[in-house]
């Protein structure tokens, strides 16, 4: 087997992406890129994109299978986790176990700007459950 070719890209040259149901995002207007998935690139075992939430906004209560990461880049967010509530900022790390309920709210004037992994081959095996 052949092993996969690195990939260098700049998040600038891909477009922006968001929620396919309106109801959720008129809800939620958070939008993002995948920077890293298989169904776009060879590659296995991880999945890694940027996400913006206006201010204001929020990415609402939900939950998925596979453990998730959060690493803030810039604004101010309130950060639940089940039972756990947190403010972060720039250079937040956040981890999200499996089925752990969680959502997201931008508190400050400019948008909250952070990456997301998952431990998945693809974007497409994320399965989101709103709970609100």
Excluded at 13 to 22: F, K, Y
Excluded at 32 to 49: D, H, Y
Excluded at 50 to 58: F, L
Aim: hydrophobic content about 35%; charged content about 20%; some cysteine.
């Amino acid at each position: 087997m052949t092993p996969p070719k690195p990939i260098i890209l700049n998040q600038s040259e891909l477009q922006w992406e968001g929620w396919d149901d309106p109801e959720i995002a008129a809800k939620s207007p958070i939008r993002w890129k995948l920077l890293i998935t298989s169904e776009r690139m060879p590659s296995s075992g991880i999945v890694t994109g940027i996400a913006e939430i206006p201010p204001g906004e929020s990415l609402l209560l939900h939950h998925h299978e596979p453990e998730e990461t959060y690493y803030i880049i810039s604004g101010n967010g309130h950060m639940q986790i089940d039972d756990s509530e947190a403010e972060v900022s720039p250079g937040s790390t956040i981890y999200i176990p499996p089925n752990a309920k969680h959502s997201l709210r931008c508190i400050g004037s400019e948008p909250l700007v952070f990456i997301f992994t998952f431990a998945r081959d693809s974007f497409d095996q994320i399965t989101y459950i709103f709970d609100a």
